[in-house]
């Protein structure tokens, strides 16, 4: 994108918001009743919430026509993407510039990643389905044990508490089609909810190289049955996405791959007393994927399969103020691979407990404390202690300070074991991190955030050449990397106005060699504003701004720098009719996520939703 073209658009954004801000004296602030369960597993007001942390609401995710979960992650700060093409191919995240597989990724609570390889399927969650997001980042091994070291996504399916019936359709570019359905009853004691979506894309060409088109299609579906059962309340839940990506391989031959993903849970929370509640979730989660071509360079057919079950028991106890988690996750887990001539069928068991305290120091509690301490037994990472420390400090009503350090670990994969390179000996990654931050809230609405970051991580897993005639070699424990770097957002919401400017600076390395990690910009900022208008808001629109710096990627090639914008609208024609627009890439820039693969061009697309209620 030219120089010009830039100034056009982040100045559309300053021109938008510097004026509006005038009107903040008498716009109301973040409501201090909206609840985040991710950082400590119990639910804490926002605004009470010292981690660094990122929201995606049900607002946000119901506009998102034809988009996927990563195109609204990205614009916030500190989380970066990459992406081998277009909708449904694989994509990577990076949080705070940790590799892809260190971030642990949940679904209604129950851990999403595979046990094979590579990061969670993003792709295939439809935000049509979903209620809310929840992004911590830092490590969080301490209460939920392997691959929480860059932090943890938590993705809320949707579960309406009242009687609904909504459906939707929408159609864009590259043969986008989507339809989905949402649907609830309710009653006093007992309540029902289903979910459906269906979306399929004809694609462009995944690789610069190729002029074929790869496309993509999912169909999901969620459940969720609650009860009241004495003092005791049960729900039952689940969610399902099946389909097919097309993609290319390396010598550009089409090729495509049907994926599963199943989440279910049953759960059972019981409050004992008044100061004792105490839940139950019994869990299974599998990842299949299938390649329903096999190459001539392969002597075994290419397929990855995950099962875990799961056992997760949490008790909070308050006591004398202090605030107690403390709990078990029990996991079985079988994985199964053919790929690159690698065969394994392996079963791996990890038994976790946990221990948290929250309390305040003081009776104004300006001084609050979290001490987390965990202990991992794992198949093979072997024993791992971990623990978490935060300590706030609030001077002034407006200015709060905080310091927190932690301690996490990634178990080596049963690929990283059995499977290309595969050395049953490795050890596990380790992370130790520390994070400074400062919140302020200088008027009505307003809020500022500082926060300096610091992450070692030791023990990287690479795969290591042998023999350099074959190429033979072994994954071995011999990388190491440190992350550091600056957060600095700010955050203002009116009466009908809203806006958001958010940056990093970082220096994410691998100081095993002196190099940058791949594929992570040194440097990135966002910006967004949203405006209301109409009777009781009920129209909207909103701008999305991200420009992200220069990076590196394999045979040390520079990724250039560049910045993508969303314009999205979502108007009510009647009432319980909306209809929605997302522009995507609004200035048509030409970038690469990954060397070598297409990113999505300019690109319109619509939807109408009407509910029946």
Not at 280 to 308: E, G
Not at 338 to 357: K, M
Not at 386 to 397: F, I, K, R, S
Not at 512 to 532: F, I, K, Q, Y
């Amino acid at each position: 994108m030219s120089r010009h073209s830039l100034s056009l658009a982040v100045g559309a954004v300053f021109g938008v918001v510097l004026p509006s801000l005038s009107l903040a004296a008498t716009a109301p602030a973040t409501s201090t009743d909206e609840l985040f369960i991710t950082a400590t597993r119990t639910p804490e007001k926002l605004v009470d919430v010292d981690a660094s942390i990122a929201v995606l609401t049900r607002e946000e995710l119901a506009r998102a026509t034809g988009a996927e979960l990563s195109d609204l992650l990205r614009f916030h700060t500190g989380l970066e993407f990459s992406r081998s093409g277009g909708v449904g191919q694989n994509t990577s995240m990076f949080i705070r510039g940790a590799d892809s597989n260190h971030s642990l990724v949940l679904v209604d609570g129950v851990r999403f990643n595979p046990g094979t390889i590579g990061g969670a399927s993003l792709q295939n969650l439809p935000t049509a389905l979903l209620e809310r997001v929840e992004v911590v980042k830092g490590p969080l091994s301490t209460l939920y044990g392997s691959d929480a070291i860059g932090g943890v996504v938590q993705v809320f399916t949707r579960r309406p508490e009242h009687n609904l019936l909504e459906v939707g359709f929408g159609a864009g570019r590259w043969g986008t089609r989507e339809a989905n359905v949402q649907g609830a009853l309710a009653g006093e004691t007992m309540s029902a909810s289903f979910g459906a979506s269906w979306l399929q894309a004809d694609g462009f060409p995944t690789q610069s190289a190729s002029t074929l088109a790869r496309g993509y299609d999912n169909r999901s579906y969620t459940i969720a049955l609650r009860g009241d059962v004495g003092r005791a309340e049960v729900m039952l839940q689940g969610w399902r996405a099946s389909g097919t990506a097309q993609y290319a391989d390396f010598f550009l031959s089409p090729v495509d791959q049907d994926y599963v993903n199943d989440v279910a849970a049953l759960s059972v929370r019981l409050p004992v007393n008044d100061q004792w509640n105490t839940t139950l979730r019994i869990s299974h989660m599998q990842d299949d994927l299938r390649q329903n071509q096999k190459p001539d360079y392969l002597v075994n057919f290419d397929s990855a399969l995950t099962r875990r079950n799961t056992v997760d028991w949490q008790n909070d106890v308050t006591l004398g103020g202090h605030q107690l988690t403390a709990g078990a996750l029990l996991q079985r887990e079988t994985t199964r691979a053919a790929s690159f001539d690698s065969l394994f069928d392996v079963a791996t068991n990890s038994n976790s407990f946990y221990v948290q305290d929250q309390f305040a120091v003081d009776a104004s509690a300006k001084h609050k404390v979290l001490l987390g301490l965990g202990y991992t037994d794992h198949s093979s990472a072997g024993n791992q202690a971990t623990w978490n420390a935060e300590y706030g400090w609030q001077p002034l009503e407006a200015l709060r300070f905080s310091v927190s350090a932690g301690t996490a670990f990634r178990a080596p994969d049963s690929t990283d074991r059995f499977g290309f390179g595969g050395n049953p000996a490795l050890a596990p990654e380790k992370a130790r991190s520390v994070e400074i931050a400062a919140a302020w809230q200088p008027a009505l609405g307003h809020q500022v955030r500082v926060a300096g970051f610091r992450n070692r991580i030791s023990d990287l897993i690479q795969y290591v050449v042998t023999d350099f005639t074959t190429f033979d070699g072994q994954n071995r424990n011999v990388e190491q990397a440190r992350i550091q770097g600056v957060e600095v957002a700010y955050q203002w919401r009116g009466e009908t106005w809203s806006a958001h400017l958010e940056g990093t600076r970082s220096s994410p390395r691998d100081v095993s060699n002196d190099t940058w990690l791949l594929r992570r910009a040194r440097n990135s900022a966002t910006a967004g504003v949203e405006r209301h208008f109409g009777d009781n808001g009920r129209h909207s629109i909103s701008l999305d701004i991200l420009r992200s710096g220069a990076r590196t990627d394999f045979g040390d090639v520079r990724l250039a720098p560049y910045t993508v914008a969303t314009l999205s609208a979502n108007v009510e024609l009647l009432p319980r009719w909306t209809a929605q627009l997302r522009l995507e890439n609004l200035t048509d820039e030409r970038y690469e996520l990954a060397q070598g693969y297409n990113t999505p061009r300019r690109a319109l697309f619509a939807g109408t939703h009407y509910s029946f209620r």
